[in-house]
């Protein structure tokens, strides 16, 4: 292909809106800023072309679009103005202009650019027979350029040229996960476009290296590894309402790594269970329960032993099954093992003085089916204290219902209604135990006072004074309440809990504002508040009108709800691709 694919060109769709396209030119630079050779920009009888030394690239107007000051440079479906069911014509070009993939394609749906390899190609949309978006793609390096012409969001001729008469068009430049670059060019004016600027570099991409399964199987056995914390009481306790909750401190040497081995599920015989603690156990008091009983109390499990402790490393737990305690059978493939490990922590290991808070923790409560690998969420069946039922036995939660796959928690049993959306998930990676609870600390902290927003937790120093000295609020926790969604406050509250976007007519910042709103400030004046003035209704349907106080009042504005945070990790995980 003739031009590079480090270079991309943005060509003016303009031509009649009173700029002469004579005094517009497009200049392409490399990395080191050095002119790019063989790529020249004409203007043959007013209408836009580019093309390389080869002839290989000669592209309409209608192909690259600028977009005027007014018109909102974004490439979007739902910019179309589309009738219900109502489809446009989504055309994939190549360098020379030749069609090679067309769909009908309808809001909001998808559409992933692979038209065979990597190159520069160009994306079409039509609607009725009219060009109303485009975009230039270079699919090697990920560059993108995107407009939406002003006509297609119902600009007249009059407000074109009137837009032109100001000698302001605004070219974007955008790449996928990155802010966009706006450039603003005026009658003679150039454009210098390094290229060097727009690197990005994803999350996770080829190269990255992956944390090992947390199910992996062998021809003797599947293991299943996962991360556990600290818990207050025991799982069904719904009287004590201290099971969900975190404990004080609960970031101090109080997560463990647990590891079931399953030979059974390759034809062998026993379960192995091991446990790694960050803190030595109490010599009396290392307990494993399996196998769920519940005569007595909902605690009680017809496994209950003290596990072994490693030799070589001290903070390495293990013990073996090979009978059913609840059938009192050898351990077969299907059987339900309901486990929770405790940790009861050595108050003064010899050469360990620095452990705080109190010592005696319980664990989660895990159902493991045998030869399946991997956690299953569950909920007891049965009524507690009735012996002709199961007691509140756990059973699996059906595959259909786990609204978060494997990270799926169990049924709520400890009457704690507030508290699902902060658990640590099911299939928690080992390694990530200890770094959830520590970023969990920071979550709960105020950053003027450094108090943490839960009884029994010190004062954290570090995070002291690290708001302002404009803001919004001063914890994480006081926008994403127990990680989930915002509430929108009653008339004449304020809105702390969200986020006011601000801008002028373009987006672009307020002078004395900038994009975000921030009503509080360490000291002096602040930039001013918003509340809810009222909440209109119609037909059942409530519609916030919003009340500014403050010398700089926006006129253009966006109120942004908290979003709940649970399951963001989940959207990590999706492929760069």
Known sequence: MGIPKSALILLPALAGAGIAWSDLTLKLVDGSSKPISGVTCVVPGGSPSVSDASG??????????????????????SRIPLAPGERASLEILDTRGRVVSQRRIGLGERFELAPGGQGVYFTRVKYHGRTVSARMLD???GFAFEGVPAQAEGATAASLAKSAAASDVSVTCSKSGMPSQVYRLKDGASLTIDFSKLEMVPLFDGATKLDAENVLESSSSIITRFSDR?????SREDEFHKYDHYVGHYWDNRTATIQITDSVAKGGKKIRIDQW????????????????????TVAEYNTNISMDVDPANPLHY????TINGRTGKPIQVGDNMEIEVSQFLDKHPAGMDTLTGRDNYYGTVFLYVVGKGGLVPWYPVGV??????????????PEEAWLGGR??????????PEDPFMELATNMAPQDGQIFV???RVHHTDFITGVHDEPDNPVWDTLMAKAGPNYVNTSCTACHHKNGRALAPAAGAPLTQMVVKVGDATGAPLPGLGGVLQPKRISGTTEGGVTIGSWPETNGLRKPEYAFTGANKPANFSARIAPQLIGMGLLEAVPEA
Do not use: C
């Open 230 to 234: 600290a818990r207050d009481r025991h």
């Open 384 to 397: 507690f204290g009735d012996g002709a039922t199961e007691r509140e036995n756990s059973h699996p939660i």
């Open 277 to 296: 603690t960050l803190w030595p156990l109490d010599a009396k008091a290392r307990e494993f329960r399996a196998w769920y009983r519940g005569m007595n």
């Open 318 to 321: 293990f013990t073996e099954m």
């Open 139 to 141: 699919l090697g390096r």
């Open 407 to 416: 990270t799926t928690i169990h049924q709520q049993t400890s009457n704690e």
């Open 56 to 77: 290989n690239l000669n592209l309409s107007a209608s192909v690259g679009i600028a977009v005027p000051r007014f018109a909102p440079a974004a490439f979007s479906f």
């Open 438 to 440: 520590h970023g969990r």
